[in-house]
């Protein structure tokens, strides 16, 4: 036993000199170690998810948030506009959208029922006649380009894109816009696509998911004053016709009116 301890011990003196040469050749065959992998990240990838994911948090507390609001619409076109936003508890909608048909001269009112999707015309000087609504399509259409205001999307299916983290979206925080309040996100499209989603803009929710602002090349909506309750239901604005719905351009002069309104203008001097 204590031959082999005595075998197991380091050389010394001049074995341990003999052996210098071996070991400073393993040495030098040895490879470099590798540098150890780097620990720091890059903060924006970081913020950039985790203002993603605060919207998609805010916007599915919109989904599921049932209340009735007033908004001031801002477009640059003249004096600010008054709409009336209501979201029921059963999951239908209606947005009253002043000067939203006819080059901005009649009133529309816009709503998913459980029978469908409707445009209502309301009186307006565009439109005397009492309130009346045709139906569009089903619950789950979409509003045809020609007839769409684009003012009630914020409140409806954009809503559905901001929380899909599958959409092409870039999100950042932002400065909510003047008079209004909330957490805000400046949200852009990262598709090629002609067909993008959803307008790209700032968009803002209180805490319980109400919606506060959105600002597109559209205009800018700020809520107006405390939301109230939501209906268990909302109702159209009147009774449902065969008629036609109003489209959101002005229509053009019929060949009567341009025929008389010519035969009204002042004829030119003739030059001798």
Same mark, same amino acid.
């Given at each position: 036993?204590?031959?082999?301890?005595?075998?197991?011990?380091?050389?010394?003196?001049?074995?341990?000199?003999?052996?210098?040469?071996?070991?400073?050749?393993?040495?030098?065959?040895?490879?470099?170690?590798?540098?150890?992998?780097?620990?720091?990240?890059?903060?924006?990838?970081?913020?950039?998810?985790?203002?993603? =994911?605060?919207?998609?948090?805010?916007?599915?507390?919109?989904?599921?948030?049932?209340?009735?609001?007033?908004?001031?619409?801002? =477009?640059?076109?003249?004096?600010?506009? #008054?709409?009336?936003?209501?979201?029921?508890?059963?999951?239908?909608?209606?947005?009253?959208?002043?000067?939203?048909?006819?080059?901005?001269?009649?009133?529309?009112?816009?709503?998913?029922?459980?029978?469908?999707?409707?445009?209502?015309?309301?009186?307006?000087?565009?439109?005397?006649?009492?309130?009346?609504?045709?139906?569009?399509?089903?619950?789950?259409?979409?509003?045809?380009?020609?007839?769409?205001?684009?003012?009630?999307?914020?409140?409806?299916?954009?809503?559905?894109?901001?929380?899909?983290?599958?959409?092409?979206?870039?999100?950042?925080?932002?400065?909510?816009?003047?008079?209004?309040?909330?957490?805000?996100?400046?949200?852009?499209?990262? #598709?090629?696509?002609?067909?993008?989603?959803? =307008?790209?803009?700032?968009?803002?929710?209180?805490? =319980?998911?109400?919606?506060?602002?959105?600002?597109?090349?559209?205009?800018?909506?700020?809520?107006?004053?405390?939301?109230?309750?939501?209906?268990?239901?909302?109702?159209?604005?009147?009774?449902?016709?065969?008629?036609?719905?109003?489209?959101?351009?002005?229509?053009?002069?019929?060949?009567?009116?341009?025929?008389?309104?010519?035969?009204?203008?002042?004829?030119?001097?003739?030059?001798?």
């Amino acid at each position: 036993m204590h031959a082999h301890l005595r075998a197991a011990r380091r050389p010394t003196g001049v074995a341990a000199l003999a052996l210098l040469p071996a070991l400073l050749a393993a040495c030098a065959d040895d490879p470099a170690p590798a540098p150890a992998p780097s620990t720091s990240t890059d903060p924006a990838p970081a913020a950039a998810d985790a203002a993603r =994911d605060e919207l998609a948090a805010l916007a599915a507390a919109a989904q599921d948030r049932s209340f009735t609001a007033r908004y001031t619409l801002a =477009d640059g076109g003249g004096s600010d506009r #008054s709409i009336v936003v209501t979201s029921a508890v059963d999951g239908t909608w209606r947005v009253d959208i002043p000067g939203g048909a006819l080059g901005g001269t009649a009133d529309v009112s816009l709503a998913t029922t459980a029978d469908g999707l409707y445009q209502c015309g309301l009186p307006s000087a565009g439109r005397p006649e009492p309130a009346s609504c045709v139906r569009l399509g089903d619950p789950s259409d979409a509003v045809p380009h020609l007839l769409d205001p684009r003012v009630q999307h914020p409140f409806t299916d954009w809503l559905t894109v901001l929380t899909d983290r599958r959409a092409p979206l870039a999100v950042s925080p932002a400065r909510p816009p003047q008079g209004a309040s909330g957490s805000c996100y400046a949200v852009d499209t990262t #598709s090629a696509s002609l067909n993008a989603p959803l =307008d790209v803009g700032i968009y803002c929710y209180a805490p =319980d998911g109400t919606p506060t602002a959105v600002r597109t090349t559209g205009g800018t909506l700020v809520l107006a004053g405390p939301a109230g309750p939501g209906p268990a239901t909302v109702q159209i604005a009147g009774p449902v016709t065969d008629g036609e719905p109003l489209g959101v351009a002005a229509p053009e002069p019929s060949p009567e009116s341009s025929a008389q309104a010519s035969a009204q203008a002042p004829s030119g001097t003739a030059t001798p």
